[in-house]
């Protein structure tokens, strides 16, 4: 582990701080959502729970079922993220994982990339997709590419480390400005509708007689 | 001089929508329009995107064009580089539009929110979009209709006092002579009683036979209950316009008449907006827990059943029955099972639709899209949907515990020749209902 920190590393820390602030302030002019008042049929929790557990399951919503390759390919790019910035935490205080876990790295970072430009494509191929995506949707898609190419590259290469942080400052600096906010943002938004959903009873529900195609 | 939903906006029409989306937003709706990716996975969950294919009856495009609003009033980007995040101004096109998203394109049944991928509630989106359009004078002028009549007459249809008084009393006389009992009675105004039972204002008009339907239970169950001959409607169109004070102001007068007559619940007659507005917003709205309990009539003829309170024979009814769940009472209000328990104990045959409880599709007549008549060809496009779920489960008999479904399915069921006979769960009830010793008393 090195003493002193690297010019990357400190550009890495104030773009974690300043995308905390940037976050924090959202929260703030966000504001409170206000208890319920009627009394509940079912529980919130057990909503919230739902929501937060068995409704990421590929049968659990129509969205995920019917489009499994897109669910898959979005949950590789999540894992992506997620180990990319397990592996940035790692750089600042200079630690490096052992062999075995940077080749889990590498495929993650790997699977994450190839999942990444797939829905690029898809955006840009499919006219339905690209009649509601905005300019800053390939932006944002392309930023995370970028930054799990070069998490790929500084696993296998270490010199390369150091733009893989500057990359990884600057998705984690951009994080509150466009779309990517979603990642802290959909925690507000599950909890809320999974409360709602659980205080009337309606999730958790046992979904096998629905009949929802699955 | 037009109707306010035929008029272009103007330009005070945008001001005034803008002035809602800065000021009125709330911290539930901002985090859903923060949160929405733009996957489009949505797309083939909703039926009016399933029954019509186009991109804009997607919910992600409907979110998209108050999404494009909100970015440019709530986000920075939106305001240095709208261009880039696609953030644009509220002008008079993006208005109209708005409005034909909001309600034209979109029952506000939820089915979406169940699925979307990131956990957002795109009808919570579009109701707001519907305060800024309300805001605009761009609602439909049939729910503004029905909302100002409530407001002024107490229901939605304008029902005289007398009027009320008169079909209860020849519907008590007819429910005396089909039961043969003579202490059959459909109480009006009476206080102390335990229940009121509060109406969609069609059955009065319209559907009386639901109503004497229910007479014959609560005689059957031995219920202590009263109707009331003013402020008895459940329906809310204020709801529909997602205007909160007017939705209030209508659902004030009930609340008022049922703390007047001293009861301790309030049963809500088959409607699913009405239950969901009386059961679940309504005390959001005052910001108090109402004196009495609301439950649906659903929930109240189930529990009958189960405390051996009424006797069902099922057949009785013979002809194969399925069931449509209505997105307000079920997907949005939690009444689930108590349905299934009530016809599979009083018909003989009740197939299921598939898929159905919460996953169930709209029927296309929600969100008052019944009451706006310039979206009616969208409304039975969308209903195709509804329609081949009734055709592939065989069934004679459609029950729905809802009037506004019920008038959307006996459409659907002549547009395309579904050949159904459409009921209230009430009906069906009543005809399986096995009443020891009526006697002429």
């Known amino acids: 582990m090195s003493v002193g920190l690297s010019l990357p590393a400190i550009v890495l820390i104030v773009a974690s701080v300043l995308s905390l602030v940037g976050f924090f302030a959202i929260r703030v002019r966000l504001g409170a959502i206000p208890p319920a008042i009627a009394p509940a049929r079912g529980r919130a929790g057990a909503g919230i729970a739902y929501a937060f557990t068995v409704a990421f399951a590929p049968w659990a919503k129509e969205s995920a079922s019917r489009h499994l390759p897109s669910y898959v390919a979005g949950i590789a790019v999540h894992l992506g993220v997620f180990a990319a910035l397990a592996r940035l935490a790692l750089s600042v205080v200079g630690a490096t994982p052992p062999r075995l876990v940077g080749g889990v790295l590498a495929l993650v970072f790997c699977a994450g990339l190839a999942c990444g430009l797939a829905l690029l494509v898809k955006r840009a191929a499919d006219p339905r997709l690209r009649a509601i995506s905005v300019p800053e949707d390939f932006f944002a898609n392309a930023l995370v590419d970028a930054v799990l190419a070069a998490g790929l590259v500084a696993t296998l290469r270490p010199g390369a480390l150091p733009a893989f942080q500057i990359l990884g400052a600057a998705l984690i600096a951009y994080a509150p400005l466009g779309k990517i906010r979603h990642m802290l943002l959909l925690l507000t938004a599950r909890r809320a509708l999974g409360a709602t959903l659980g205080r009337r009873g309606v999730r958790p529900q046992a979904r096998r007689d629905s009949g929802a195609r699955v | ?441």
């Open chain 2, 1 to 441: 001089m037009a109707p306010v939903s035929e008029r272009a906006p103007d330009a005070a029409a945008v001001e005034r929508a803008v002035a809602v989306l800065r000021s009125r937003l709330d911290a539930r709706t901002a985090a859903f329009l923060s949160s929405c990716v733009r996957c489009g996975l949505c797309a083939d969950t909703c039926h009016v995107f399933l029954a019509d294919g186009e991109a804009e009856s997607a919910p992600a495009a409907k979110v998209e064009r108050l999404g494009r609003l909100f970015r440019r009033h709530h986000t920075v980007l939106g305001r240095l580089t709208p261009g880039f995040v696609g953030a644009r101004d509220l002008d008079q096109d993006a208005l109209a539009a708005l409005a034909t998203a909001a309600f034209g394109r979109c029952t506000m049944c939820g089915r979406c929110a169940l699925n979307c991928s990131v956990g957002l509630d795109p009808a919570a989106i579009v109701r707001f979009a519907r305060t800024m359009l309300g805001a605009a004078g761009l609602v439909p002028k049939g729910i503004r209709a029905n909302a100002d009549l409530a407001l002024a007459t107490g229901n939605n249809m304008g029902i005289s006092r007398e009027d009320v008084l008169e079909t209860v009393a020849w519907l008590e006389q007819d429910l005396r002579d089909t039961l043969r009992d003579r202490s059959a009675a459909m109480p009006v105004d009476r206080a102390g009683a335990r229940a009121l039972y509060a109406l969609n204002p069609r059955e009065v008009k319209f559907f009386p036979l639901s109503l004497s339907a229910a007479g014959a239970i609560f005689h059957a169950a031995g219920e202590s209950w009263t109707l009331t001959s003013t402020d008895f409607d459940i329906t809310n169109y204020g709801y529909f316009a997602a205007d909160a004070a007017e939705a209030r102001a209508i659902a004030e007068r009930l609340v008022a008449r049922a703390q007047a007559l001293g009861v301790e619940e309030l049963i809500v007659a088959e409607c699913g907006h009405g239950y969901r507005v009386l059961r679940w917003e309504v005390p959001e709205w005052l910001g108090r827990p109402l004196p009495f309990r609301v439950r649906s009539f659903v929930e109240v003829m189930a529990e009958y059943l189960a405390e051996g309170r009424i006797r069902l024979d099922p057949a009785r009814n013979a002809a194969r029955v399925t069931l449509h769940d209505p997105c307000n009472l079920v997907r949005n209000g939690g009444v689930v099972e108590e349905q299934r328990v009530l016809l599979r104990a009083a018909a003989a045959d009740f197939v299921e639709m598939t898929p159905n409880r919460a996953d169930n599709y709209c029927c296309g007549g929600g969100g008052g899209m019944l009451a706006a008549s310039e979206h009616a060809a969208k409304r039975v496009e969308a209903g195709r949907i509804k329609a081949d779920q009734i055709r592939a489960t065989g069934a004679k008999e459609v029950a729905s515990p809802c009037h506004n479904c019920i008038d959307q399915l006996m459409e659907l069921n002549k547009a395309y020749q579904l050949g159904v006979e459409i009921r209230t769960l009430a009906e069906i009830v009543a005809d399986a209902l096995v009443l020891p010793g009526a006697t002429d008393r």
